[in-house]
Every structure is written in C-alpha cells, then in structure tokens.
C-alpha cells in the first residue's frame, strides 16, 4: 500500500521494483474521492495499458519518455511489422502515463505525431475486415448445430444474439443474467463496457422477438438455452464439457472463434473466411441492404465513430446499383 493511501491501478511507476505495476500517488484524497477514481477507468483499459507500456520498456524504453525516444520506438516497432492501430494504441499509453504522472506528453509533439502519420501513409490503411455473415449463411450455419445438446443450445443463442446484438466477441460471453431486461416484444440487454466505451457509459440494445414459430428467433433460442441450463444467474454462456457438464464461469472468447469453426465446417461454409466478427459486419450489412437507417442500425449496432460505421455501408453497397451490372445487348 501507498503511504497515502490505497494504491490505483492507472499509472506504472518508473520503480523498478513495481515492475511496471500501476499506480497513483492518493495523497490528500478522501477514501469517496479514491473509490470514484479507481473506477475512472475499466479494468480492461488497465490491462491494455500495462501490456502496452510493458512491450515499451522491454523495448528498453525509459519512463519519462522524450519525443526522441517514442518516435525511434514507434518507428521500430514499425519495422517489426507492427500494424498501424497497434502503432497509435501504444502511443496513446505513452501519452496516458505522462498525463497521470502530471508531465507533459511527448506523444503530442511535432515529431511523434508527424512519425505516426508517416507510418499510416507508408502502409497499406485498408483494415483486413471480416467477410459479413448474411442471414442466408446465418441459418445455414444454425440448421447443422444438433440443438437436442447443451452445447447446441448454448451455441444457438450464442450465434444468433451475436448477429442480431451486432456484438463483438468480447461483448456478448461476458453477458450475464443481470444484464437481460424482458419484454413482451423482446429483450434489452444491458451492455457494460465494450471496445469502444471504455468509460464505462451505461449501452443498451433492443433484440426483438420474432414471429411464433420462427426457428430463428434469438429471444427464444435464448429463453431455451437459460431454460435447458438451469441458469437463473450469473454468466449465461459457460464452458461445457465433453460430457456434457455445465461450468460455472463464463466462457472465455475463444471458445466462441472455436465453436464457430466447428460449426462452420459441419455447414459446409469453413472457406469463405468467416470469423466472430462476421456477425456484426453480417447484422449492419443485413439490416443497411434491407433499408434501415443509420441511426436504426447504430442503436444495436454502438457505433459513435461515422467513419468506422461507414466503411461496413461501403462494403455493403460494392455490389448495390452497380454500373456494370448489364451482360447481354438488350438494352
């Protein structure tokens, strides 16, 4: 423990025996004033920000940083082949470290700024983006899971509240029963912190209940899941064993890459490249090609950056009133 206090996990300390650990100095702040500040920031970000300052130092970075230091450190990290969002990430912990420490960021300097737009126009921008997973190939994919089996069940509602939810893997294992709100119409799924809400900021989205009937509803399959499980809190989507065993935790993200493949494979549809994060590029290409508005589509799907949300409509649109879309001579 500090001398001043509770320690916080916001700032790594240039002593080499926290060994990178965290910390800020508490003095003078009540025990209400500690409290709100350790929750200014999630854990996750914590954890980002530790593995980045951590890839810095073994680097042979030196904390206080001089703009020196994190242009030649960025521009090498460059080098090794190291992608450009991953390039601006690290220097945006660097930049978070000197604010805490009350030191002025060399990040925003002339030359650090200048090296990381150098970077960006000297590699190829265009983000690798998963191919999105249409409704067509979504129930293809849900009609060669066995849904008599737990793992079934789990991973039919797994797959369609991703899709319709527009979650991102990290999102939709972490869901928890506390986070469900049911409604005659649907369900409102309370939604913590995400990728791009690291604040904290209370989301919500609003799944609808489909037509009696429909196979593919996610608010049933969920109900037939919870209702299969016995789960009545706590995580609602857990490991299962080969027997067939409920765990208690949750799942971690990778099991739904690995259940995904399978699945994949069994639909026959492994080669078209689709990965956990086809749900959501599927969910806004789907609902954007069927004539939803943005703002509809972006009340699932959280995106408060334009330009990202953007590059999925693009994408869409490829094949949409195409000018070469004539192959005869009739006119």
């Known amino acids: 423990m500090e001398p001043h206090g509770q320690p916080n996990p916001l700032i790594p300390s240039t002593n080499q025996n926290t060994r990178g650990e965290l910390y800020i100095d508490n003095a003078g702040l009540s025990r209400e004033a500690r409290r709100l500040l350790s929750e200014s920031v999630s854990p996750n970000t914590v954890r980002a920000m530790r593995a980045d300052l951590k890839v810095y130092q073994q680097a042979g970075g030196a904390l206080p940083a001089t703009e020196t230091d994190i242009a030649n450190y960025l521009s090498a990290q460059n080098a090794l082949g190291k992608k450009p969002a991953t390039l601006e990430r690290y220097a945006n912990s660097l930049h978070m470290w000197h604010r805490y420490m009350n030191l002025p960021s060399p990040v925003k300097t002339?030359?650090?700024?200048?090296?990381?737009?150098?970077?960006?126009?000297?590699?190829?921008?265009?983000?690798?983006?998963?191919?999105a997973l249409r409704l067509k190939e979504l129930h293809v994919m849900l009609d060669a899971v066995d849904r008599e089996t737990l793992h079934g069940l789990r991973d039919s509602a797994m797959f369609l509240l991703s899709f319709y939810g527009a979650f991102r893997r990290s999102e939709v294992v972490v869901l928890t029963c506390q986070d469900i709100e049911w409604r005659p119409e649907g369900i409102i799924i309370t939604l913590h912190h995400s990728k791009a809400n690291r604040s904290g900021r209370i989301e919500t989205k609003s799944l609808m209940r489909a037509p009696t009937g429909n196979p593919y509803c996610p608010v049933s399959m969920l109900e037939r899941w919870l209702a299969a499980s016995g789960i009545t809190k706590g995580a609602i989507f857990r490991g299962i064993s080969s027997r067939g065993q409920l765990g208690a935790g949750r799942m971690v993200a990778q099991t739904l890459y690995i259940r995904m493949g399978k699945i994949l494979e069994q639909a026959g549809l492994v080669s078209q490249g689709y990965t956990p994060h086809s749900f959501r590029a599927g969910f806004i290409t789907e609902a954007h090609l069927r004539g939803k508005s943005d703002v509809q589509i972006k009340r699932v799907s959280g995106h408060r950056d334009q330009n990202t949300f953007e590059r999925y409509i693009r994408i869409a649109d490829e094949f949409e009133n195409n000018a070469g879309d004539f192959f005869s001579l009739e006119g």
């Open 110 to 131: 002339m030359v650090v700024r200048s090296v990381l737009r150098g970077i960006k126009k000297s590699r190829d921008m265009r983000q690798a983006s998963a191919p």
